[in-house]
């Protein structure tokens, strides 16, 4: 069981290019969270998606960022033209339903833009 | 929206010392807690959690929180330390499918 599979683990992007961050959930899981750590503070929610389905979408800032969990493959955080501020630790978590049921985090990607 | 503070930003100790962290929580009725840990390098695991049983919950590798309704608080404890313990721990709560965390303790243990 591979657990919450997350690449790259690491990530330089310049001003302006586009990251795009992958989070492929244990298997059976269905439930995806995105979740987003700067420096100094705690994980803060982005989104939850089900399978081609956004459910919440709340955390995720209203321009640039995107988010999918296509029928097949993995779920896609995706940030146009990243800036400086989006530099940070981004975790991916899944569940088997939605609710408290036992998340399990990936290991994250640490994006810096330069 | 709930929210999450931890006392402490960087705890440094010896090994077999004893370890408290402080975490305290907005009120919102009925809370679901939980406390994570984050080896270097590695990802979240699941230390503990509390879905209003015993407020004395037990978890993995020797820890234990209490949760105190009237205080707002689920301080993780450990009697004694290893060094293996030298991790980030964040403490968490839930609304619905959400987890809203702490900011986050390190803990640096000394051998």
């Known amino acids: 069981n591979a657990g919450v599979m997350q690449n790259p683990r690491h990530l330089v992007r310049r001003r302006g290019q586009e990251a795009r961050l992958r989070c492929s959930p244990m298997k059976g899981h269905s439930h995806v969270y995105w979740y987003r750590q700067l420096p100094e503070e705690g994980l803060k929610f982005m989104v939850y998606l089900q399978k081609e389905n956004i459910i919440d979408e709340s955390g995720m800032p209203k321009e640039r960022f995107s988010a999918e969990f296509p029928k097949e493959g993995p779920s896609i955080l995706r940030i146009q033209q990243v800036v400086r501020g989006d530099s940070a630790a981004y975790f991916c978590?899944?569940?088997?339903?939605?609710?408290?049921?036992?998340?399990?985090f990936g290991s994250g990607t640490r994006l810096t833009v330069v | 929206a709930q929210s999450v503070s931890q006392h402490n930003h960087h705890v440094i100790l010896s090994e077999a010392a004893s370890l408290e962290l402080g975490c305290n929580y907005s009120?919102?009725?009925?809370?679901?807690l939980f406390w994570y840990v984050q080896y270097p390098g590695q990802h979240l695991q699941l230390l503990l959690k509390?879905?209003?049983?015993?407020?004395l919950v037990k978890g993995i590798k020797g820890f234990e929180a209490e949760f105190i309704k009237s205080k707002f608080s689920f301080n993780l404890r450990k009697p004694s330390v290893q060094w293996s313990d030298t991790a980030e721990y964040f403490c968490?709560?839930?609304?619905?499918?959400?987890?809203?965390f702490g900011a986050g303790t390190t803990v640096t243990v000394r051998a």
């Open positions: 009120y919102g009725g009925t809370v679901n």
């Open positions: 968490a709560v839930n609304e619905n499918y959400k987890l809203s």
């Open positions: 509390y879905f209003s049983e015993d407020p």
């Open positions: 978590a899944s569940t088997l339903g939605g609710g408290n049921y036992g998340y399990t």
